[in-house]
């Protein structure tokens, strides 16, 4: 299960946050994402829950071009995940608490924290069906105008004794095909997301992360959605771009 919303922003704040090489896409949309996971086969059978932040960009590299969402952080509730995203595939991942979302009177709430903080409240509310149709297929090399499509990434990885220093830092990319993934159920409605402001006291080691969230500007929310689906990818197709 599934549940997003999007919200307008300054085109400047959201390049200020990206790597070299990226920048924002057609038009500046942040998604926040919270999906629940079970039955996960490679943790025979256990699930956990995410959280991430995401907006449209372009990257333009020495030989490669891609176009999709960049996924600038994803928090998860399990150590596992976080360190075979982080170290073999190039998610920028965290730990956080993510409980189940809650509902009730026709609104869903979801809630992150750290350590007993809550940097995150989302609601999604007034909920209405929508369609659910299949995904569209995706090429499995560059489209006709040699842009690749997917989930954009940043591996960075520090230096051992050279601070500041990278052992890696490159971009990564997520292919967009999902073959074995089908939406199950679909709703569409209002919601609302708001990252509150931490103290280093509140997250010694990811305040900058919350706040840089918190001080982007809400022009307007757009889309709020919640999905159900089954079935996914083992992402033994990431590549890294250059």
Known sequence: TTVSVSFLTGREQLDRLLPDGFRVGEEPVVTVAASYMTEIEWLAGRGYNILGVSWPAVFQGERD???????????????????????????????????????????????????????????????????????????????????????????YIPRTGDWGAADVAYAVLTPADVPNQVVTESWEGEGSVAFHSATWEDMPTQCHIVNAFHELEVKEFRRAEVTRSVGSKDLGDQRVLR
């Open 65 to 155: 071009r891609a176009a999709g969402s960049f996924l600038a952080v994803l928090w998860e509730n399990m150590c596992d995940p976080i360190l075979t995203g982080r170290e073999e595939l190039g998610y920028a991942k965290m730990w956080a608490e993510i409980p189940e979302p809650t509902v009730c009177d026709g609104r869903t709430h979801c809630t992150a924290g750290w350590e007993g903080f809550r940097f995150l409240d989302m609601e999604v509310r007034d909920l209405k069906p929508s369609s659910v149709e299949p995904p569209e297929a995706a090429a499995d090399e560059a489209t006709v105008d040699e842009t690749l499509r997917g989930i954009l990434h940043y591996k």
